[in-house]
């Protein structure tokens, strides 16, 4: 039996006052699904944050065993095509999911590099998927839509409260 685990991370980053957090939520199949946040190291790059709150959401799956042997694909979406992007290009055998709402990567291809900071969190999220079968989604953030944008918009509230409530003042 093989699984599927769909996740969805968002970062707030706030260059005024730096603060950064995660916000990320899981489902897997079967299961029930997870709400995580996290404060970041401050950044002021917003995809390195984006990154790092996938990183750490797939780290926390991992760590708590949501994530079982048998899960043999890994669903990542997010509202940042750039970081999606860069994960594209570290990890060659994911495959672009569009959705009708979303924004195909291609969007980026032109226009995009990435820092050595954002190859490294991408190879980090290579190496702890192992060689599991990896889709890559782009989910319109701030946006009335479908399910996805709501799970979004939990995402970035998340990473809003661990950016402001979680973190020393």
């Given amino acids: 039996m ?3 685990v769909t996740i969805f991370a968002d970062a707030s980053v706030n260059t005024q006052h730096k603060r950064a957090g995660a916000g990320a939520w899981a489902k897997g199949d079967g299961r029930s699904s ?3 946040r996290k404060t ?3 950044d002021r790059n917003v995809t390195l944050a984006e990154l790092r709150a996938l990183r750490f959401m797939i780290e926390h799956l991992f760590e708590t065993g ?4 048998d899960d043999d694909a890994i669903m990542l979406q997010s509202d940042c095509l750039q970081a ?3 994960l594209s290009r570290i990890i060659p055998y994911a495959v672009e999911k569009k959705h009708p709402n979303g924004a195909p990567l291609s969007k980026w291809k032109q226009r995009s590099s990435e ?3 954002q190859r490294r969190e991408a190879e980090a999220i290579r190496q702890t998927l192992g060689s599991r079968r990896v889709y890559l989604r782009h989910v319109r953030g701030h946006k ?3 399910g996805r944008q709501w799970v979004n918009e939990q ?3 998340l990473a809003k409260k661990a950016a402001w409530e979680d973190s020393p003042a």
């Fill in 66 to 69: 949501y994530i079982q042997p």
């Fill in 84 to 86: 999606l992007w860069v």
């Fill in 115 to 117: 820092s050595i900071w």
């Fill in 155 to 157: 995402c970035d509230r």
């Fill in 2 to 4: 093989s699984g599927m």
């Fill in 144 to 146: 009335e839509g479908d």
């Fill in 34 to 36: 997870v709400l995580f």
């Fill in 40 to 42: 970041l190291e401050y």
